[in-house]
């Protein structure tokens, strides 16, 4: 073991070299980018300039945010501007005299706290709200996350352009709620005396600089928060789902719960921007959050590189300059030079009247030209060396793997009980009261005509169909009715007929994400960096290099490399692999060797039989015949979803029905088939 782990990370190492290479570069460039960033105010000396770029730096924030829900988790929110608004009539209502409900004793406790203060209006005495603007970015960010959750709650179900056009609705609304609620938001005129933020008693009041800094901050933070998640089990888990929502589940991920984290740390982010935006302005009106304002950050995500943490920032950055910036800036030199020249329309050219239709052309563009955005989340793959993709590592055919199968045949009870399991689609009977039993540290192999509903039993044993009658017990344990991630969970890991992997993302993440369901580390694990979140990062890391170890040199070179850049045998091993990780009790195998060459069946049927060796039990779905032969205890033969034969695989291939539903009606003809 210890040998071939050596010689797997010397074939990884160019990969690991470049990677390390190219991290201390990006390292040096990001401290010089954050140097520069701190000196601007000071290089440029304008105030005005200053207040552009501290916008420029909001709408980075706010992109961050979307980035989290579109770029990662794949929901395409076009209501996003709504949280920005919840965000900013926070601060808005708690730092104003917006409301001034009568002084009463209830209100003295937070009077020391300072949250409040006691003011006389006319003859009475009143409460003024004066909660501090850094209390109010943590109350913000989770009145924000709370809408976010809300929100984003009747959408779960929904994907694509149906979440879009609800998103959309829910964007509208607010605003709407804000101009019919004059009591709370003073209505369409907006909400003025918003106090300026503290620090150590001294007031910002209008001078950009402290802003400045102040959402510079921000950026880093978010910057910091985002990386953080995208690196770990909580980003990998919602790029699964943003790949394949379906695959996700089958491999532990609660789709429910990561989509609501992502609605909810998207919205956390846009409260945050929007108590700075009013602090800042100390003023807020009901059209700063339209529809527009959503639609401009989906173009800062788009043209940045959606998914692409600082790609986002510069694509935020650029819109916003080129909108607040360089056009009026180029407005004016058009019009001086119009003026020169005596070009008439110059001279009165306007092209910040335009930005709409100048955002649209650069969309367009992307689209046609970089669709990836500037800079692309997904990088470019390094070609392998020669002696990288000719290595031989291990010897394949062999497995081995600590922590999987070790079921024993003796055990009683049997691993997956499938007993009088109908599956109906309207009027077709997929499955027809079907009873299979699959006894500890066994192989059964499952067979039957196209359409004879195999790949329907693994999709309810899975939780993926839902079943009309029957039961499924996991070592005795009812797991019929579970979700797909809750029965992954319980330790029953699959691939899929035609190849569900996540497409978009590398081997090694694949792989990681296989192990979603026996890892723990959650947000704020991965954004503290907890000692516990990394060494279990570490390990899964390890883990997954001693599963593909296992697969020679087919993958380990590989595990860099975007799953859509594999073969297809690379495919069906690394999805093999995806499963293995999940270290299921029971291991479903959906046609593991379609489309494999001979050679490749042999090798893979090999290591199926190295895995039933070391004791897992494993189901599989299989078409050629000598690779059931070689592998099962048992064969289980469904015809139009009815159980036809069940035994040894040498009896079933004797048996008449079998033969006639295979090959037709003419059996002599059939058994000469099956025998070749
Ligand atoms: P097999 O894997 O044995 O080739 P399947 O289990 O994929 O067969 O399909 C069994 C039958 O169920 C087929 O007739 C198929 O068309 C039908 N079927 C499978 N999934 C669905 C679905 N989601 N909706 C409707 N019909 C389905
Ligand atoms: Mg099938």
Known sequence: MASETTITSDLAEPASRTAALSSRWSGLLIALLF?????????IGNDAYVNVMADAFAYATLALGLNIVIGFAGLLDLGYAAFFAIGAYTYGILSSFQLHPAWSGF?????????VKKVPLGDATVVHFTVSFWICLV????????FGILFGAPTLRLRGDYLAIVTLGFGEIVPIIVRNWPWLTNGAAGLNGAQPPRLFGWSFGVWALPYYYVVLGLVVLLIFVSVSLRDSRVGRAWMALRDDDIAASAMGVDLTRYKLLAFAIGAGFAGMTGVFYVAKLQTITPDMF????????IVMIVLGGMGSVWGVVVGAMFLSLLQSWFLPDLSTWASAFGQATGIGFLQNVDFAQSTELIFGIILVLMMLYRR????????????????QQNAQVGESGSFRLSGIGGESPANAVPALEIKGITVRFGGLVALKSVDITVPAGGVVAVIGPNGSGKSTLFNVITGLTSAESGSIRLYGENILGLKPHAIAKKGIARTFQNLRLFTNLTVMDNVLIGQHARLTTGPIGAVLHLPHARAEEARARARAMEILINFGNRLTPRINQNVAALSYANRRRTEISRALAAAPRVLLLDEPTAGMNPAETLELAQQIKALHNLGLTIMVIEHKLDVVVRLADTVVVLDHGEKIAEGKPDEVRQNEEVLRAYLGRNTQAG??????
Do not use: T
């Not at 109350?139 to 709370?146: E, N, Q, T």
């Open 107 to 115: 209100w003295q406790p937070f009077a020391w706290l300072e949250l």
């Open 372 to 387: 990836d955005g500037l800079i692309p989340a997904h990088r470019k793959q390094v070609a392998m060396s020669f002696s």
């Open 290 to 297: 339209m529809f527009p304002v959503s639609v401009m950050i």
């Open 671 to 676: 058994r000469a088939g099956i025998a070749a």
């Open 139 to 146: 109350l913000a960010a989770l009145i924000a996350a709370f």
């Open 35 to 43: 140097v520069l960033a701190l000196a601007f105010p000071y290089l």
